[in-house]
């Protein structure tokens, strides 16, 4: 049988799988089996490729099942958080043909829900054999569904643990490129920053009066539109909001569009540009605390978010964003804000659009301005270097540091106990809760656990989850076809994610169609969705009693009322419901109910 190797796009570059380079010679003595679980792994990485940028931010997951006979027998990937994961589509797809079959997964599933889904899809269907290119890079996750898998007698093979060879190397290496904002922000404290710029032939990146349209092709551009729209967030600074006016959306890329991010230090940015229309896309301004408060409270006028920090720079702000739960930011900037944030070791991956021209200019910028260095043999190296003809340009990318290593590095609590009994972690007062993935991440409104909620017919409508609920309930009962219309589009939506940018969207660019009594209803309207998720699920319930007596908090620090806020300022009422929920089922006084729901103000 002839493997055929794909195309896979990371990152916004289409790549093939082994990483822009041609297979060595010694992969003939690999053995027939390697070669075709590699060719497997590689499909379930493009798989998985497939909902980067669609809902984010979300781990990537792909599952291909391969009969004995090999061949594909059933394929999924994850949309996003809160649909139906990779593994269970798979299945789907293959039914029958499962039976002792071998599922290949880019990834350890994380199953972070207590509901064990894709475990339980796999081992039901009588999956026999399960090969994992990486464990899962979270702690709280790594290990547990690979225990899972192997205590129900099923054969598990990790690349790199259990397979060893050149092919299944490089095969492992597209697991971790394809998920490797999530692998950055479990190794650290910064989201997976890709750097981005197009230069002539020369290396300048505008002309000496500063024009720069269009240094690169309409096909490089394009592709940079496709870029944004599998970033979370885009960074410019204060120099190109002057300069170009850029709109920074993904319009000709597809997918979501990204947070729109601008530093400037003194705030010396017009009044008029196209990044303060928040109607399309949100933007926060990163500044110096004190700068040009009045211009702070002009911005705020727009809608625009103003982030103040005693010192910016690259690493402060990068940090504040992890902390948001962003994944990956594409960088837009001029040389000087990029040198700064290479400098800070922010920047992991470079894309650079040349074109075959040249302009001069001996004040002409470069894309990247003073990192002093002095010898050539400081110059920064690549690595993994990839080159792509992309229309007249030539597309030249690579990292400028490596993927952190997912091996655990932290000890177990266990481990932990063992060395400082002091240390217990279990037993922490304030319980923080944000992105699905994390440890108590089922409180969130945007986990997949589907509800059922009355209708004012006297029967019940299921949703898809307590964030679907709550966006369509500002539009219900309006008299208009188009907030009909909202709710529908909000119902269907394939994910959370979907729906709250659906809500949102509609909010700022009609709030006539919004409910008049919305802000005195949304407390009860949410209140009622999350006590019906933790009705319905015994598993959530019982991780929910099992805080008592902790201090739960939403930690969204951008969201000041259903969240902490960046520093506790925030009014945590998703927190406070959860505590009162807590009290109710736990039968406490109304009194004892209403300190746990204020304890957080």
């Not at 994390?438 to 997949?448: E, I, Q, V």
Request: with cysteine; proline share 5%.
């Amino acid at each position: 049988m002839a493997l055929s190797i794909g195309i896979v796009g990371i990152g916004g570059l289409r790549v093939s799988p082994l990483l822009c380079r041609a297979a060595s010679n010694d992969n003939a003595s690999l053995s027939f089996s390697h070669a075709r679980d590699a060719a497997y792994i590689q499909r379930a990485v493009e798989l998985a490729d497939m909902s980067a940028g669609f809902t984010s931010p979300h781990p990537n997951f792909g599952c291909v099942i391969a009969t004995t006979s090999s061949t594909v027998a059933g394929e999924g990937f994850l949309y996003a958080q809160g649909t139906k994961p990779a593994e269970v589509l798979a299945v789907e797809a293959a039914g029958e043909r499962c039976r002792t079959s071998t599922a290949y997964l880019n990834m350890e599933p994380g199953d972070c829900h207590g509901d064990h889904a894709a475990v339980s899809a796999l081992v039901e269907a009588g999956i026999a054999r399960v090969v994992v290119g990486i464990r899962h890079p979270l702690q709280h996750l790594r290990g547990n569904a690979v225990r899972a898998l192997r205590g129900q007698g099923v054969q598990v093979d990790v690349l790199g643990e259990d397979l060893k060879s050149k092919i299944i190397e490089n095969a492992q290496k597209t697991c971790l490129l394809v998920n490797a904002p999530l692998i950055c922000r479990a190794a650290s404290r910064v989201p997976f920053s890709v750097f981005k710029f197009a230069m002539t032939l020369d290396g300048k990146i505008a002309a000496s009066s500063g024009h720069a349209s269009w240094i690169s092709s309409k096909v490089s551009r394009s592709r940079v539109f496709e870029m944004r729209g599998r970033s979370d967030a885009v960074v410019v600074g204060g120099n190109t909001v002057r300069r170009d006016n850029p709109k920074l959306t993904a319009r000709h890329g597809g997918g979501h569009m990204p947070m729109r991010i601008v530093m400037s230090q003194t705030l010396d940015l017009p009044e008029e540009a196209n990044l303060w229309d928040v109607s399309e896309a949100s933007t926060i301004v990163a500044t110096q605390r004190g700068a040009r408060r009045s211009f702070q409270k002009f911005l705020a006028s727009k809608g625009v978010e103003v982030v103040e920090f005693d010192i910016l720079n690259p690493r402060d702000v990068m940090e504040y964003f992890h902390d948001c739960g962003y994944l990956s930011v594409l960088w837009e900037c001029g040389g000087t804000l990029a040198a700064s944030a290479i400098s800070a070791g922010v920047i992991h991956k470079v894309f650079a659009f040349v074109a075959p021209k040249i302009i001069g200019g001996k004040y002409a910028p470069s894309p990247v301005g003073e990192l002093g260095m002095v010898e050539m043999s400081q110059a920064l190296d690549f690595i993994d270097v990839c080159y792509e003809q992309v229309g007249p340009d030539m597309l030249i990318s690579g990292f400028l540091q490596p993927i952190p290593d997912v091996t655990p590095v932290i000890p177990s609590v266990e481990e932990t106990y063992a060395i400082d009994q002091t240390v217990t972690p279990y037993e922490s007062k304030i319980i923080s809760f944000y992105k699905t993935w994390d440890l108590y991440g089922a409180f969130s409104n945007f986990s997949p656990h589907p509800i059922q909620m009355p209708d004012d017919n006297g029967g019940y409508v299921s949703w898809s989850s307590v964030e679907h609920y709550y966006q369509a309930q500002k539009f219900v009962g309006v008299n208009d076809p188009l907030a009909s219309d909202c709710v529908a589009r909000i119902k269907s939506a394939k994910s959370p994610e979907e729906a709250a940018r659906l809500g949102r969207s509609m909010q700022r660019q009609r709030p006539d169609l919004v409910r008049s009594d919305w802000e005195s209803a949304k407390i009860n309207v949410m209140y009622k969705a999350v006590k019906c998720k933790f009705s319905i699920y015994p598993h959530l319930n019982s991780m929910l009693l099992s805080t008592a007596g902790s201090v739960l908090v939403e930690a969204s620090p951008h969201d000041f009322f259903w969240g902490g806020g960046r520093d506790g300022e925030g009014l945590n009422y998703l927190g406070r419901l959860l505590m009162q929920l807590r009290s109710e089922f736990l039968g406490e006084s109304p009194a004892a109910s209403n300190q746990n729901t204020f304890l957080v103000g």
